[in-house]
Every structure is written in C-alpha cells, then in structure tokens.
C-alpha cells in the first residue's frame, strides 16, 4: 500500500499494481515446524495478500474501473467471491 500510496501521489496516470501467485510465495518459503506444507504457507498469505488487495481497491479513484473489481485470493487462484 506504501508504495501505490507513493505512486499516486506524483502522478495523475493510470497505475498498476501486479501481485504474484501465492502458490509462488509458498514455495520459497520453507515450512518449517510450522506450517503443514507450500499450500498451508499460501493460505496465510491469502489472508495478507486479500487485505493488501482490498485496500488497493479502496485508494482507487472514484470512478476507475479497478474499483468495480472484487478482491480475494486463494492458493488455487479461484475467486471465492468475499
């Protein structure tokens, strides 16, 4: 958010903010004791990567059309539609 806040601020152009697959997070981390496996890994980066999402969504400008978009990231890709 830092940075798009950043971003927003010095310029008036459209912005993009990309957001790597959280199957591609989980995989270079290892697991540990902690966690079960990559998927068990992924799941708690959805749950960061969900609110990063959401709060991009809610800095958009009035109007634009990634503001229309819902956010919600899952290990699988698949938009569970919260």
Do not use: W
């Amino acid at each position: 958010m830092k940075d798009f806040e950043y971003l927003r601020a010095r310029t008036t152009r459209r912005v993009k903010s990309p957001c790597a697959g959280l199957l591609t997070f989980g995989s270079h981390i290892h697991s540990g004791k902690a966690y079960e496996g990559v998927v068990d890994v992924a799941e708690r980066f959805a749950e960061v990567v969900n609110r990063e999402l959401k709060g991009l969504i809610a800095a958009a400008p009035t109007g634009s059309s990634s503001t229309s978009r819902q956010a919600d990231a899952s290990p699988t890709g698949e938009n569970s539609g919260q």
